[in-house]
């Protein structure tokens, strides 16, 4: 079956603009995050999603950063007024339910490159 | 909160030879712990996960893992390892209850197999 699919695969945009970033789970899977890797930090967690619901934003790293699922499905997450330090692999992940037993499948990410 | 630790940043090995990649952690609650692995330009494949019971699983492509509670590890081994298995490799944990089920993730080891 299709795993989860992240759109686009690069992007580069300059300094100040907005960037919107897609991510489409495995179908029927209710939770949903997105991760950053970054040369610097490493992997570090950004946002979950269960269905609708975003019940840990703890990772968003400033409030030009947001995200959004719709019908529990689709998720976007915008970068406003980018900077140079957001460039980075923003990697989706999908998990068939809460908890932690059930393992997240990741999609292949978005480079997004800030000139 | 919890924390990985990945002492090997990279590690070369020859083709046929076995490999052991190190992982401890810390936390103040159980977890539930994953190995990932990331090809070039692509997202993370789960290798394998501990939930519980056997203390010693067995994942996709040959290799294995072994959790010790004393000494919060969960190191990976192949007993052989191919070329194809040069990739990076992360540890990554969760914990069973209350921690919003996002993975924390090591700095990752690159393992490198030569001829």
């Known amino acids: 079956g299709a795993g989860v699919s992240q759109s686009p695969s690069n992007k580069v945009t300059e300094k100040g603009k907005d960037v919107e970033l897609r991510c489409d789970p495995i179908s029927g899977h209710t939770a949903l995050y997105w991760y950053r890797q970054s040369l610097g930090q490493g992997l570090e967690f950004l946002i979950y999603?269960?269905?609708?619901?975003?019940?840990?934003k703890s990772g968003l790293p400033s409030d030009r950063f947001s995200a959004e699922r719709t019908g529990g499905s689709v998720s976007t997450l915008t970068i406003q007024r980018t900077q140079q330090e957001d460039s980075a692999v923003y990697l989706c992940a999908s998990s068939s339910g809460g908890g932690g037993r059930q393992p997240q499948h990741f999609g292949d990410g978005t480079r997004l490159s800030i000139l | 909160a919890q924390s990985v630790t990945q002492l090997d940043s990279q590690v070369p090995v020859f083709e046929e030879a076995p490999v052991e990649l190190r992982c401890n952690y810390s936390?103040?609650?159980?977890?539930?712990l994953f190995w990932y692995v990331q090809y070039p330009n692509q997202g993370l494949q789960l290798l394998l996960k501990y939930l519980s019971g056997s203390t010693l699983v067995k994942g996709i492509n040959g290799f294995e893992a072994e959790f010790n509670k004393s000494q919060t590890s969960f190191h990976l081994r192949k007993p052989s390892v191919h070329i194809s298995d040069t990739a990076e490799y992360f540890c990554?944990?969760?914990?069973?209850?209350?921690?919003?089920?996002?993975?924390?993730f090591g700095t990752g080891t690159q393992l490198k197999v030569e001829l």
């Open positions: 990554a944990v969760t914990p069973l209850t209350g921690g919003g089920n996002k993975l924390t």
């Open positions: 999603f269960q269905g609708n619901s975003a019940p840990d």
């Open positions: 936390s103040s609650v159980s977890v539930y």
